[in-house]
C-alpha cells in the first residue's frame, strides 16, 4: 500500500489509548513550544509598540512596513481592475451571506413577569471590532467577505480588517463595497496583539474576529485570557474535515472533499469513517490518484500523516465517533443523509448529500465558513450575526409591585446576610 497514507483503522480493535491518540489535534505536539512563542511576540508588542510590530513584520512576512494602516487616499481611489467574473462572484457570495445572516436577526424581547414588573431585553452592536483576515501569498478573500457583512448587519460602527502584508487588491475592494474605512496591515500574532493591546498608531478594538493559522489562534486565546486584553469570538484554527460514507458513496467526490480542506495548512486534518470495508480501501487508491495529479502538494503531505481512514462497525458507530472529534466540518455522504442529522450532536458546519462539496460553504451558500476548531465544536458555534451583538437588560417595577414583593426580596437578603439589600428594599417600602 501506498507509504503517503496511514493504514486503515479498525475501530473495535484499537485500545483506548490509541484511539484517543488517533482523534488528537495534531497542533497538540507543538503546543508547549508554541505558547512560549507567541507570548514573547505578545510582551514585545505590549512594550515595544510599534517598534516590535514592525520587526515583527520584517521577519515573518519580510515586508517593510512605513504606515500600519492603508492610506484613505489608497482606499477611496481605489482603481485597480478587479476582473468581472471575480467581481461577480465576491457579489454573489456576499448577496447569499446578507440573506442568511439577516434572517438570524432577533427579536428583542419584553415582558411582564408579575404585575408592574416589566423585563426587557435589547440588543446592541459591539462598538468597534477588529476582523482578522488570514493569509498572505494567498488572502483568504472569501474570509473577509464572512467577517464583514455579519458585522455590518450588526451595525458596528469601528470596523478594522486586520490582514499581512502586502494587502491584495481583492481585499481592497471588499473593504471599499462593504464600506470599511480601516485596514490594517498586519499579520499573525503580532496583528492580533495590535488589534488586542493598541499601540501609539493603532486603535484597540473590543472583540477580535476571524480564522488563522496555529500563531493567530494562539495569540487570539492568550489576549483573550488577559483582563486588560480583549474577547475573542472562538478558536477558529486549521481545518478540519470529517466524513462519513456508506456503501453508495460516490469515492471520488470524497477524496476530493478530503483533499480540498488539506490544502489550507500543514496542520490540517481529515477522518473518513466508514462501515463498509470496500469503500475504505477504494477512497484510499482515489486520494493517491487525486492528490498525485495537485500541484498544490506541499501542505497536504504532511496533513497525511495525522489523518485517518477508518472502519467502524455500522454508521451509529461513525456518529458516535464524529461527536466524540466535534470537527470543524462534517460531510454525511451517506443515503438519506438528512434523516442522520439526529444523531449528530456536535460539529461547526455540516453537508448533507453528494451535491454540496464543503468548497461551496466556503464560499456562497451563504453560511458562514468562519467555524470552531480543536474540537471546541462541542460548545461553540459558527460563525453568526450575534457573535457581533450583545444584549442589555432592562428592568422596571411599580410603587404597588415593590410592595408586594418586598417581604421576598428582604427574606432571601437576609438568609444571604446582606443587611444593606434589605435596608434599600425596606427604605422604599417601610418607611415610605
Ligand atoms: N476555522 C476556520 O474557520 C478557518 C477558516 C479559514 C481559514 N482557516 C485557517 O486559517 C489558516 C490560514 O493560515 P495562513 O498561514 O495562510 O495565514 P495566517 O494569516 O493565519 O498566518 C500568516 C501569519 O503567520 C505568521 N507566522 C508565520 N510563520 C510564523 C512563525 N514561525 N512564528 C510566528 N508567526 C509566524 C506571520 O506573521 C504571517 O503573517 C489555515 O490554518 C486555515 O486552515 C480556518
Ligand atoms: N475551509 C475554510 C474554513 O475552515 C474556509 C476557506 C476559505 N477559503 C477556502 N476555504
Ligand atoms: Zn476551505
Known sequence: MNKLLNTIMIWESLSQNKKKKIL???ILSQQKNLKKNVSKILKDVLENGDFALKKYTKKFDNVQLKNFYVSKDKLENFTQKIDSKLKQSILL??????IFHQAQKQKDIDVITYPGVRC???TLPIQSVGLYVPGNKFPLISTALMLSVPAILSGCSDITICTPPPVSAEILYIAKICKIKKILQLGGAQGIAALAFGTTSIQKVNKIFGPGNMYVTEAKLQVSQKISGVSIDMLAGPTEVLIIADEFSNVSYIASDLLAQ???DKNSQFFLLTPSLKIAELIQLEIIQQFEKLENKKNIKKVFTHSYIIL????FECFKISNQYSPEHLILHIKNSRDWIPEIKNAGSVFLGSWTPEAAGDYVTGANHVLPTYGSSKTYSSLGLSDFQKHIIIQEIQKNSLNELSSYITTLSNLEGMEAHTHSV???TLLA
Open 24 to 26: 488528537e489535534r495534531p
Open 93 to 98: 457570495s456576499k448577496k447569499n451571506l446578507e
Open 120 to 122: 426587557q431585553r435589547i
Open 262 to 264: 488539506s490544502e489550507h
Open 312 to 315: 467502524t462497525k455500522n454508521l
Open 426 to 428: 425596606n427604605i422604599r
